[in-house]
Nanobody, 123 residues
Framework: VQLQASGGGLVQAGGSLRLSCAAS????????MGWFRQAPGKEREFVAA????????NYADSVKGRFTISKDNAKNTVYLQMNNLKPEDTAVYYC?????????????????WGQGTLVTVSS
């Protein structure tokens, strides 16, 4: 599976961005898809994930109520809508694919990584 992330940029606190991740190479619906992020000097952390088959979702506590993950199976694309952004959301965001929704709760459960896209939130 090849993953291509896009949509990062610079936004003021309280603003919104939508990240996209286009997948190719394998049957998209067979995989859970998710987003991780890594801030400078910190470890990569889970943000959100969505099941390939059921559409069930999972979120980190820090983004619940502000971020929404969704997917379009016809376009083999997963999205991360980020609202009410905060300076602490500043990070490189990585798209990821794994066998299940549960596996994507941790870095060790990721099978495929996309390249990162930088999100910078100014105060």
């Amino acid at each position: 599976v090849q993953l291509q992330a896009s949509g990062g940029g610079l936004v003021q606190a309280g603003g919104s961005l939508r990240l996209s991740c286009a997948a190719s190479g394998r049957t998209f619906s067979n995989y859970g898809m998710g987003w991780f992020r890594q801030a400078p000097g910190k470890e990569r952390e889970f943000v959100a994930a969505i099941s390939g088959r059921t559409g069930n979702t999972n979120y980190a506590d820090s983004v619940k109520g502000r971020f929404t993950i969704s997917k379009d199976n016809a376009k083999n694309t997963v999205y991360l809508q980020m609202n009410n952004l905060k300076p602490e959301d500043t990070a490189v965001y990585y798209c990821a694919a794994g066998p299940t929704l549960a596996s994507l709760r941790s870095v060790s459960g990721v099978m495929y990584w996309g390249q990162g896209t930088l999100v910078t939130v100014s105060s």
